[in-house]
């Protein structure tokens, strides 16, 4: 029975890569038509992004990735859309994936509110920042967005590969700024049937790390749970569990600041934005669904190797090299 | 568990009425877009700017774009819900919105505990959300 179950999920796996590895190429195909004349009917792209978010969802899941990572890159790179509107609904993807998590995270006390808030507003104040920033350079050239953009995926591919987490770091010295906040805390583990207290140092280094990542994230309109992640957990010293939740549960504020600006500026068109956060959605529940007899590690691995195509291609697309098609 | 690791490893008051917010929220943001998005779609109200205006122009950079499809900018769209393209803006706007509401009540919470710096970091997050959204900041598109 179980063998039947995991030969199911493996089939279904692998349907699922295919199909997010067919659509860019279906999609770039058809982004040729579209700008050769584009005889594709107005519903033609919507169902195509939805299809592909679906897959995106799942994948982001049991990779362990936010959805907006992927999703800037990947639609930028093969859809036909301006990057100003790609970023803005990236992170409104991010945003929706965060807000559907963080209440599962907060109940079970993985996501720390004491942690989250300081570095929330430190993150969220500099993201608007990155985002004005961002929404002037692609003013001004967006090969110039597009080339950062893909040099910063590319990076971010090299952090997940080079990375290592580290499950329960050893905090000797909490310093008085974390001391003063409370930044510390007790949380249930489930694997090893026990109480782990914890506790933060570091704490001003760890704060200026998240004016570079509210920039960053801004500036792209990418999530930030691949930078927030090292930052909480190998900087600042807590639990990796701790670390993934409360960096799920900050994106929903991180992000909501970013995405005002960009949706304010008019860069969010509900055409491209509701089946892109529904279907990312919608694939994210079954994602978390299949997590539990998938097997993560080779998702992983197959979406860094996606994250650095999709990097050189937004770099190879800003450059005007064409070499990647 | 024991009922001394239970304890010590529970939630805050603020985190559990946060999380309920949450989930009562999305839902309804969830929902909010679907029917939108529905009615979009379907046709059964107008649209501002054709379907076919949008794919057409949805290569161009934001400032060209909201100028060949005279849409709005900022809180613009509220003139013009009774179109079905600007009314997908209301589940937009209302997941958008989730996280400042959530953070009023933890001020409250924060208050009540007489935990001032975490009452003043929760009162300053949603003074940074508030200004992201009211406009004030980057709206001005062309």
Known sequence: MVNILINSTNRLLVSVTILVLSCPVGAYAAEQVVLGGGDKPWWYWPLILFIFCFGLGILAVMAGVGGGVLYVPLVSGFFPFHIDFVRGVGLMVALAGALAAGPGLLRRNLANLRLALPVALIASTFSIIGAMLGLYLSALNPDIIQVCLGATIVGIAALLIFSKNSEKPIVTNQDAISHALGLG???????????????????????????????????????????????????????????VATSKFLLSITDTSAAWIYMNRGCVIPLIGVPSIVGLMLGSLLGVRLLAIAKPKMIRYFVIVVLLFAGLKAMDKGLGLGLLG | MTAQANLASRPSKEQVIYANILVIG?????????????????????????????????????????????????????????????????????????????????????????????????????????????????????
């Not at chain 1, 920039?215 to 090292?230: C, E, K, S, T």
């Not at chain 2, 937009?92 to 001020?107: D, K, N, P, R, S």
């Not at chain 2, 505990?113 to 940074?128: H, M, P, R, S």
């Open chain 1, 185 to 243: 805390g007790v949380y249930w583990d489930e694997g090893a049937r026990e109480n782990v207290e914890w506790k933060t140092h570091r704490t001003v280094l760890g704060f200026f790390m998240f004016i570079l990542i509210g920039l960053v994230a801004g500036m792209f309109g990418l999530g930030a749970g691949w930078a927030n992640v090292p930052v909480l957990n190998l900087m600042m010293g807590a639990p990796l569990k701790i670390s």
């Open chain 2, 26 to 142: 999305v839902w309804i943001g969830l929902a909010l877009l679907f029917v939108t998005y529905f009615i979009y779609l379907s046709g059964l109200m107008p649209s501002h700017v054709d379907m076919t205006l949008i794919t057409q122009n949805w290569d161009k950079g934001v400032n060209e774009y909201l100028e060949i499809t005279h849409s709005p900018h900022g809180w613009g769209w509220l003139a013009l819900l009774g179109n079905g393209d600007f009314l997908n803006y209301i589940g937009l706007v209302f997941l958008a919105l989730l996280t400042i509401v959530c953070y009023l009540v933890l001020i409250k919470g924060y208050v009540t505990k007489k935990d001032w710096i975490y009452a003043a970091i929760a009162f300053l997050e949603v003074a940074v959300l508030s200004i992201a959204a009211s406009g004030l900041l980057g709206s001005g598109g062309h």
